[in-house]
Nanobody, 126 residues
Framework: EVQLVESGGGLVQAGGSLRLSCAASGFTVYDYAIGWFRQAPGKEREWVSCISSSHGSTYYADSVKGRFTISSDNAKNTVYLQMSSLKPEDTAVYYC???????????????????WGQGTQVTVSS
């Protein structure tokens, strides 16, 4: 059974950092495209970043480019999202999701990601 479990969320002041983890089980992240998404209160869920571990490609939304870094640890079967210079507008529930493909992850829409974690809350205070 494919499972994703996010952790690492919390409350942080603006300008601070957090590292989110997405632990995968039932599959190997190397063979999948993994995405991070977020949903703020009253807003639609939006794509944040993604990684295709098989060829190391990473992509970021313009709103987080230069501040967030996505990476994967194949030995731990875990994908990380390092978030720095956090802003109040980064406050949201963050989800990781997976789609079985070795293609460049940026080609996939949200609906293509068939497996989702339960989410982890990130709150950035001003």
């Amino acid at each position: 059974e494919v499972q994703l479990v996010e952790s690492g969320g919390g409350l942080v002041q603006a300008g601070g950092s957090l590292r989110l983890s997405c632990a995968a089980s039932g599959f190997t992240v190397y063979d999948y495209a993994i995405g991070w998404f977020r949903q703020a209160p009253g807003k639609e869920r939006e794509w944040v970043s993604c990684i295709s571990s098989s060829h190391g490609s990473t992509y970021y939304a313009d709103s987080v480019k230069g501040r967030f870094t996505i990476s994967s640890d194949n030995a731990k079967n875990t994908v990380y999202l390092q978030m720095s210079s956090l802003k109040p507008e980064d406050t949201a529930v963050y989800y990781c999701a997976a789609v079985r493909s070795g293609s460049y992850c940026v080609i996939f829409a949200q609906v293509d990601f068939g497996s989702w974690g339960q989410g982890t809350q990130v709150t950035v205070s001003s």
